[in-house]
């Protein structure tokens, strides 16, 4: 979403840009992450799309190898490029292999620690990476689309109320088994798909899994839930909590990084160390409060703050 808004604002805004992604190369399977694919030959491909465009700007989006190679390239011939740090990889990994996070960290550390700039999406998550010893962090805040994600009539789900949605990838790291394990009256519907989808249907019957959705539908679907409830502890930002927020939804979170942040507790959200805590007591906010946070966040205002953070870059 984030990648995709910004794109598309920034060619509005008059810009050409230019992705460098994996659908061009050949790919395998991300191990324990099938849905992600890795560019296999990625140092040939990105040195030949970066001679052939000669960009003004080069940012690198991701750690995996196209950002590799895309870094070495940019280091080789002294250019000047960003980073930005979406996902808190080194919990993460693990979630999945016993690796101390003080290696994990080390190794993002060395990656972004060539950037000109590294941009990050909260005060709080740029308080984190400095802490841990990375350097010239700047913000890159988030945006909703309030055309598609707003306010409406609530028909699209039958189920009992309350109606208790969550939205996203249903894998290990984003802790959705604290949510859909807890006693809550009324129905869970997760929308979404991940590695962890067969096990968890399985586990909890009375779940309702309705898989992906997108643009309207996924809209109508959240709007039709009476609170957004957002177990992930690892998440940078979590723009799935403002477009909840643009349908009316209060969120209930734990009190951590993304959250923290997106969250004003105890008027569009909840966040406590209980999850149930929070999820009855967001049903008592007011909705409208919600879609008026939500409002404060353009795409257009991410977008302009993107670009003001290359140019800053070229700078240094």
């Not at 509005?12 to 992600?36: A, D, R, W």
């Not at 309350?162 to 006693?183: M, T, Y």
């Not at 507790?265 to 999820?279: P, V």
Request: hydrophobic fraction near 35%.
């Amino acid at each position: 979403t984030t990648l995709g808004k910004t794109r598309c604002t920034a060619e509005k805004l008059g810009h050409q840009v230019h992705v460098i992604n994996p659908s061009e190369c050949k790919t395998i399977p991300c191990p324990t992450y099938p849905e992600i694919r890795l560019a296999l030959g990625a140092g040939k491909y990105v040195k030949k799309q970066i001679t052939q465009l000669q960009p003004t700007h080069i940012h690198i989006s991701t750690e995996g190898p196209l950002g590799y190679a895309a870094r070495k390239y940019c280091i080789k011939n002294k250019l000047a490029f960003t980073t930005s740090y979406h996902t808190q990889f080194p919990e993460y990994i693990r979630e999945r292999l016993p690796i101390p996070l003080s290696i994990s960290y080390k190794l993002f550390r060395r990656f972004h620690s060539k950037a000109a700039r590294t941009m990050v999406g909260t005060p709080h998550q740029q308080k984190i990476l400095e802490d841990r010893g990375f350097k010239n962090i700047a913000l890159w805040t988030r945006g909703v689309d309030t055309n598609t994600f707003k306010s409406k009539n609530k028909d699209h789900l039958n189920y009992p109320r309350p109606i208790w949605i969550n939205v996203g990838r249903i894998a290990v790291e984003k802790n959705i088994e604290a949510f859909i394990s807890i006693d809550l009256p009324g129905t869970k519907v997760v929308i979404g798909d991940g590695p962890a989808t067969d096990e968890l249907r399985e586990k909890y019957p009375d779940v309702r899994f309705e898989g992906y959705k997108f643009g309207e539908e996924l809209a109508s679907y959240i709007a039709s839930g009476d609170v957004f409830v957002f177990p992930s502890l690892t998440d940078t930002f979590g723009v799935v909590m403002l477009e909840a927020m643009a349908c009316g939804l209060p969120v209930a979170a734990f009190p951590v990084t993304g959250p923290r942040d997106v969250v004003r507790n105890g008027t569009t959200g909840i966040l406590d160390e209980d999850l149930k805590t929070a999820a009855l007591e967001a049903l008592k906010l007011d909705p409208q409060d919600c879609i008026n946070q939500a409002f404060e966040y353009t795409w257009e205002q991410a977008t302009l703050q993107f670009i003001n953070n290359l140019n800053l870059a070229r700078t240094v």
